[in-house]
């Protein structure tokens, strides 16, 4: 993870954005895309489905249903805007995000003046700080080098004002490029997590699988990766439990 960076190798990311990984999986996997949003998912049953084998009714917002005998949830249920039926659900309490706001920058540097330092203008490339209401920002770090110029990731809580960024940035654009996202949740000691299996079939063979529980304890890339494939062997361990029962056959290993 990002925390450990400094006691392994070097860190690396994809040129063209870390998005292009999911994308390479996606077309490796040779699966069915189907861009479309989800607006609730509920047990078959509970609606009158003709499909003998039950299993989860998955809504769209334009009002197509479909009914898979499994379903995985990857996205935060607190901000998917996904409905769940009453019997899926899970135990644990909601879970409140931390908000962040990053803000992208282009300047000659960071300002000595601001910082307290000697010189012009400050020599190092990142500067971290502590949890700290009288701090604006989180972090600040150079994400890059545009016509000459530094561009900087900024990390605040909020929004930070224009005012903030003259003082702490040295010959800085006029442009900026802000996103405000809920990056992970606010991590404090719970009884309950949610299970990464919110929901299995009366048979055992399928089930509701939620990605997402992995960021009640940690939330990154890396352990949603974890949590990936802890709910991939899951959902394997009930693929064969159904062949077993249908034909006597199995699955290969994991």
Not at 39 to 54: K, T
Request: hydrophobic share 40%; with cysteine; net charge neutral.
């Amino acid at each position: 993870s990002l925390a450990g960076a400094g006691l392994v190798g070097s860190l690396y990311s994809v040129k063209e954005g870390n998005a292009k990984v999911m994308e390479g999986l996606i077309t490796a996997s040779k699966a069915d895309l189907r861009l479309e949003r989800v607006e609730g998912i509920r047990l078959a049953a509970q609606h009158g489905s003709s499909d003998s084998r039950g299993g989860y009714e998955v809504c769209t917002f334009d009002g197509k249903c479909e009914v898979f005998s499994s379903v995985i949830l990857a996205a935060p249920l607190e901000l998917a805007n996904v409905t769940l039926g009453e019997a899926l659900r899970p135990e644990a309490a909601n879970r409140p995000y931390q908000v962040t706001v990053a803000t992208f920058v282009a300047a000659s540097g960071l300002s000595s003046l601001y910082f307290k330092t000697q010189g012009q203008v400050v020599t190092a490339e990142t500067v971290v700080t502590t949890a700290d209401p009288g701090i604006p920002f989180n972090s600040v770090a150079v994400h890059g080098v545009s016509d000459g110029r530094k561009v900087y990731k900024l990390f605040s809580p909020d929004v930070p004002s224009g005012e903030l960024l003259r003082d702490m940035f040295v010959n800085r654009s006029s442009e900026t490029a802000q996103f405000v996202w809920h990056a992970y949740p606010v991590l404090r000691p719970s009884p309950r997590w949610p299970q990464f299996r919110l929901h299995q079939s009366s048979a055992g063979s399928g089930g509701l699988y939620y990605v997402n529980a992995m960021e009640s304890p940690a939330s990154c890339m890396e352990t949603e990766a974890v949590g990936a494939k802890n709910v991939a062997l899951l959902l394997l361990k009930d693929l064969r439990t159904r062949v077993r029962g249908s034909s006597g056959g199995s699955l290969p290993r994991a």
